[in-house]
């Protein structure tokens, strides 16, 4: 009789065991997965105040028409989440190069933000951290699908004909 209480409690304690240890490694994986987020968000942080800084300086003055187009957006303010606000500012960068406008003035302006060192594969990076973190800034309400097509709509359009 004893020793099946014995083997019962020895069979509870090594149940204890087995579920801490699983909880001991979700922890530890959530730690990791954290320290991977916040690595991902700095470096991207340092994107932004970089790129953002080169962009502005390049084209305020020169392209004033193109510089309010690309920073003509409220997710770009300061309070904005750091994750939408370089997703926007690199899918205005991508239909600068390749859609809008194909005047003259746009083919300049990325002409000039290349020849500042925002090439191509700098704004790959950008896309890869962007899409790394979830393309949702962590905190921030969740979008859902209708606001993301807003969202994408609205980086999409220009607030008037930049002639």
Known sequence: MALVSV???LQRLLGLVARLRIIAQR??????????????????????????AVASAALKESSPEVYAWLFS????????PLVD??????QR????????PLRRDGFVAYERLVAQG???EIVQRAKVLHAQLGGCEAGSPRRNAS???TMREDAYSTPGPIE
């Open 7 to 9: 083997r019962r409690s």
């Open 27 to 52: 922890r530890r994986r959530g730690r990791l997965l954290h320290e991977r987020q916040a690595a991902l968000r700095a470096e991207l942080q340092a994107w932004k105040e970089r790129w953002f």
């Open 73 to 80: 957006n409220p997710a770009q303010s300061a309070d904005a």
């Open 85 to 90: 606000s370089v997703g926007i500012f690199v």
């Open 93 to 100: 960068l991508d239909q600068l190069a390749t859609e809008w």
């Open 118 to 120: 925002l090439a191509p």
């Open 147 to 149: 606001s993301a097509r």
